[in-house]
């Protein structure tokens, strides 16, 4: 609206004579749930035309149900007015967001000009709004209309009636001293604040009897018959009655009629039933538009108000009900008072000039900006008195808080992580929006995140770090000894990660264990913890070293280049050996099988032996029966490689030692180190910064006693030998060899020898192995095989041998046969080869999959070429604790891919002395 609503309406009334007394006429109401229906349509049907248009159906929407681009601008509240010059009328028409029309316009524009987070408090500001409205229409009216879509009066409008009623009192003196400075209005006028108490009259639309076309029949018939009242009478008169008794009871009205909001008829008719005009009026849009249409064609200007000759007997026409009430309003007034003694009432028709005059002031104290503190004060408490729903809502949640908190804060520890503090939050907000109800539970519901997140920041928040295991750090929130220079707060105190999660692990050399912390970085768990044993253990042993980094400056940094980078940097020669040595690793795979076959067909020569010996054949055939369920006791048996397998084996030796030598054949970088682990793809020509590996030589063959096993503690009983490898080996030739004591030289025995000498070229020579897995709770064992552990029961001699170690892929990972409520895996840690004094030494060359992953690269201890084991020593290699990658760590595999985590096969091979030299 403008600013002047006088100027404005003076504007288009200008031949409106200033002298003529006017009784103004309010629509106020709801309209029903129908974008063609309005509360207009009443007041149009007074004049047969459109005083009052539909804007939505002339504007908004065309007959195809598109949308028109030249919209009309929509307020949020809006007065429409009509002044009716031969009747001396004023028609005020409130629209709101109680018209559909004007709330389908709203709700198309509500993105843009409401909150989506609350669209609740959206909605008060707008009845906010129609209440200060309501209560304008009230201080300018004779008559208002209430207009109801439904057959039953709407009982929440008892309580907007008393709020406006209890604002209407307190704005009072305000608005007293406002209309005494307007020039030629009555004192009486200018003390009430309002011509008159206004008179209500309700509409109701919608009717639930049958007939309503038959309504003036039925009206004329009961007119003829004595003592009957025809249904609509009796609907309007039991409307009438409950209107008055609530009204009455709630003390919206009383027996003065200016002590009150407004006033009823004591003595006429109030309430009106529109049921010929709900049957008339189509809920279907094209008939609506049509008979829109139809009503702004061949329609007079204007039209009387005054019943016509066939209505002047029938009061069941709107037009007819609403005339009464005007003559009387322009004739004698209004006297609505009931009580017994005649008291005074101020009835006022004001002359067009004043009227507008005092609408332009009361505009300006009720719909526009407040200026004065006093009425700020009371339209503030006027928002506080209509939001019943939100105070309620409010006093419910703001009980409930307390309680949600107390639920988040049960059971909690000094301490603890994010992934538990969202874990309580989701609890807390469950219980919570049990229990709340209302608009303001997205407002408490942010108050109590906010509240919980305050709580657990103000001291409860635990580090959030991840050990390379997988466990928590449970210190406080707190600093590393490396980030005082950094941007970390400096309120958090300094201290080292830590889980509490303490395993029981044995040095490099397997003699001494000790319990160890749960190692956050890559360097805590291969170099620092063996480091400290070593100073006590092993250090005095000879070591291999293997390369790391050595800077040439004191400016060093960590590498950045990725996996990515360097494949494709080196396609055409990393990854082509990488594809080849794939291939002969699969092909290795079926080494087991033609084992198999040679043992199958030396137990076929043993049975052929055994029928020529009739007492040794049961004995034989137990034997066999034995070593069939056994599956390494079949393919164990001495020299049952034959000699293009074991060339096939140190084929894909030498192919793995290409590639590795292809990765270190680039100079080590000096200024940039590895910030990982060696492996197939990392970056050509960087070294990590310490040792993830470790080879000591614990001294001669001799200190390894077959009968007796390992010495070392930990091992679980009967489970501490190595396995017996015959390695092949060359004697000294005979002619050379010095004749032993006795010996006869004759010719017969010489021819005897030299046949000896040219049958027996390549006797056996025993190494030993062992591949060692370790437990966190410090239980250590070996494996024969894959899926077998080595368990030798007492008084007994080892039985299997290294086969299975050669030839097969060991997994990283086996179940400890420890006892405890959760199965234990126990990791490889340790070889130990055990190498004879012969003519052959072995060669060492580990490689591990930590990661059952098909990109998942092989680690290696970094050295350019395998590891020669020189005769008649005895080697241990410790394995990494931890396998770190570019991307993490790969650690603690569950049990169903533990098997696929493996120490690549032909691990453990051999070379001759004269060819190593």
Request: aromatic share 8%; glycine share 4%; hydrophobic share 35%.
């Amino acid at each position: 609206m403008a600013a002047s609503f006088g100027e404005k309406l003076l504007c288009t009334r200008k031949s409106a004579s200033s002298s003529e007394k006017i009784c103004v006429v309010s629509v106020i109401g709801k309209s029903r749930l129908s974008w063609s229906h309005t509360k207009s349509q009443h007041l149009n049907s007074l004049f047969s035309q459109q005083i009052f248009p539909n804007h939505l159906a002339e504007t908004n929407v065309d007959f195809n149900g598109n949308a028109d681009n030249t919209e009309r601008e929509t307020n949020e509240i809006e007065i429409e007015y009509y002044y009716d010059e031969e009747n001396c009328t004023i028609y005020l028409h409130l629209l709101s967001l109680h018209d559909t029309a004007l709330l389908a316009k709203h709700c198309t524009c509500a993105a843009s000009g409401c909150d989506l987070n609350d669209p609740n408090g959206w909605w008060h500001s707008l009845e906010f709004k129609y209440s200060r409205a309501v209560l304008f229409l009230f201080s300018v009216s004779h008559i208002i209309v209430f207009i109801e879509p439904h057959g039953s009066f709407d009982i929440s409008t008892v309580r907007l009636f008393r709020t406006l009623d209890n604002l209407r009192q307190k704005c009072l003196p305000y608005v007293c001293d406002i209309l005494q400075a307007v020039p030629g209005l009555s004192k009486e006028w200018a003390n009430a604040g309002r011509p008159c108490s206004p008179r209500v009259l309700f509409l109701f639309e919608n009717c639930s009897l049958p007939g309503g076309e038959n309504r003036r029949e039925s009206s004329v018939r009961s007119k003829s018959k004595s003592g009957k009242t025809s249904p609509f009478k009796k609907l309007q008169h039991a409307l009438e009655d409950q209107i008055y008794r609530i009204l009455r009871k709630s003390r919206v009205i009383t027996n003065i009629s200016s002590n009150s909001l407004f006033a009823v008829p004591a003595n006429e008719e109030f309430v009106f039933v529109d049921a010929c005009n709900t049957k008339s009026t189509s809920w279907d849009p094209e008939t609506s538009l049509l008979n829109y249409i139809i009503g702004r064609t061949n329609v007079p200007v204007g039209a009387s108000l005054s019943p016509e000759e066939g209505e002047a007997a029938d009061q069941s026409t709107f037009r007819s009900f609403l005339s009464l009430h005007i003559n009387l309003a322009l004739t004698h007034g209004f006297y609505d008072n009931v009580t017994r003694h005649p008291a005074p009432v101020h009835f006022e028709l004001p002359t067009c000039d004043s009227w507008f005059e005092v609408a332009d002031c009361m505009y300006k104290v009720f719909l526009a900006e407040p200026c004065n503190a006093r009425l700020k004060v009371h339209f503030t408490s006027l928002t506080s008195q209509l939001q019943v729903e939100q105070k309620f809502s409010e006093s419910r949640c703001a009980k409930v808080l307390p309680i949600t908190s107390g639920v988040y804060q049960e059971g909690l520890h000094s301490h603890y992580v994010r992934s538990i503090h969202e874990t309580k939050l989701a609890q807390a907000l469950r219980v919570f929006h049990q229990h709340a109800r209302g608009p303001a539970t997205a407002q408490f519901a942010q108050q109590l995140r906010e509240e919980c997140e305050k709580y657990w920041k103000s001291g409860h928040q635990m580090c959030e770090a991840i050990s390379l295991t997988r466990q928590h750090c449970i210190n406080e929130l707190h600093r590393l000894a490396d980030d005082v220079d950094s941007d970390a707060d400096s309120t958090l105190p300094i201290m080292p990660h830590s889980s509490k999660v303490k395993n029981l692990h044995a040095c490099n050399c397997g003699k001494t264990q000790a319990n160890r912390d749960d190692p956050f970085t890559a360097k805590e768990a291969n170099y620092d913890f063996y480091l400290k044993l070593e100073l006590k253990c092993c250090g005095d042993l000879e070591h291999y070293k293997f390369p790391v980094f050595t800077p040439s400056t004191t400016i060093i940094k960590a590498s950045t280049a990725g996996v990515a980078v360097i494949v494709e940097n080196d396609k055409t020669s990393k990854t082509d050996l990488q594809d080849q040595v794939i291939e002969d690793m699969s092909l290795i795979e079926n080494l087991s099988q033609p084992t198999e076959e040679v043992a199958e067909e030396q137990d076929d020569v043993e049975d052929d032996d055994d029928d020529e010996d009739d007492d040794k054949r049961d004995e034989q055939k137990e034997e066999e029966k034995n070593k069939i369920n056994e599956v390494d006791a079949r393919s164990d048996e001495p020299g049952s490689l034959s000699a293009d397998e074991q060339e096939t084996t140190k084929t894909l030796c030498r192919i793995q030692d290409e590639a590795v030598k292809e990765t270190a054949s680039l100079p080590a970088s000096t200024t940039e180190y590895l910030p990982g682990m060696l492996h197939t793809a990392s970056p050509a020509g960087l070294l990590p910064l310490f040792p993830h590996w470790s080879l000591l030589c614990l001294g001669n063959a001799s200190l390894y006693n077959a009968a007796n096993g390992l010495d070392q503690p930990g091992f679980v009983h009967g489970s501490n030998f190595l396995l017996p490898w015959e390695l092949p080996g060359k004697f000294q030739d005979a002619k050379e060899r010095w004749p032993a004591i006795g010996e006869t030289s004759s010719k017969k025995e010489k021819q005897k020898l030299k046949k000896m000498v040219k049958d027996v070229e390549a006797p056996l020579r025993t190494a030993y192995l062992g591949v060692e897995y370790e437990c966190p709770r410090g239980h250590r064992f070996f494996c024969s095989g894959p899926d077998k552990m080595l368990k030798i029961p007492a008084n007994s001699a080892v039985r299997d041998n290294a086969s299975k170690l050669l030839n097969l892929d060991m997994p990283l990972y086996f179940p400890c046969p420890c006892r405890s409520s959760k199965a234990l895996m126990a990791q490889l840690m340790r070889l130990f080869v055990v190498v004879p004094n012969s003519s052959v030494c072995v060669v060492l060359n580990a490689r591990v999959q930590p990661d059952p992953q098909p990109l998942c690269p092989i680690f290696y201890p970094g050295n350019e070429s395998s590891i020669l084991l020189p005769p008649n020593t005895f080697w241990v290699m410790r394995l990494p604790y931890i396998y770190m990658g570019e991307n993490g760590s790969y650690h603690s595999a569950n049990e169903q891919q533990s098997t696929q985590c493996r120490l690549l096969k032909a691990t453990f091979t051999t070379e001759d002395v004269d060819k190593s030299s």
